[in-house]
C-alpha cells in the first residue's frame, strides 16, 4: 500500500486515486476521485471551460463536487485497464 505523496505527482490521465483534502468546515477527507482536463470535458460534449477543470470526487451517490487535495495515494481496488 502506497503512503501519501504530493498532489503534483498524481496522475492526471484519468485515473482514479485516492486523494486526501479538506472541506471548508476544516474537515479533512479521503476519497476516490480522477482528475479532468479540459480537453477530456470537452470531448464529452457540453459548455466547458478552465474553471471545469481539476479534481473531481462523488461527496454522495449522486453528486459530484471539484475539489482541491493537497495528498493522493494509490487506489488499491483500481484495474490498470
Known amino acids: 500500500m502506497s503512503g501519501r505523496q504530493p498532489i503534483s505527482t498524481a496522475p492526471k490521465n ?4 485516492t486523494v486526501y483534502w479538506t472541506d ?16 477530456r470535458l470537452k470531448a464529452t ?6 474553471t471545469d477543470a481539476g479534481w473531481w470526487t462523488f461527496i454522495d451517490g449522486n453528486t459530484q ?4 487535495p493537497t495528498a493522493w495515494s494509490a487506489h488499491p ?5
Request: charged letters at 50%; a negative charge; glycine letters at 12%.
Open 65 to 68: 463536487k471539484r475539489i482541491e
Open 24 to 39: 471548508e468546515d476544516g474537515q479533512e477527507n479521503e476519497s476516490i476521485a480522477q482528475y479532468r482536463s479540459l480537453d
Open 77 to 81: 481496488d483500481e484495474d490498470s485497464e
Open 14 to 17: 484519468g485515473t482514479k486515486v
Open 45 to 50: 460534449g457540453g459548455d466547458w471551460d478552465e
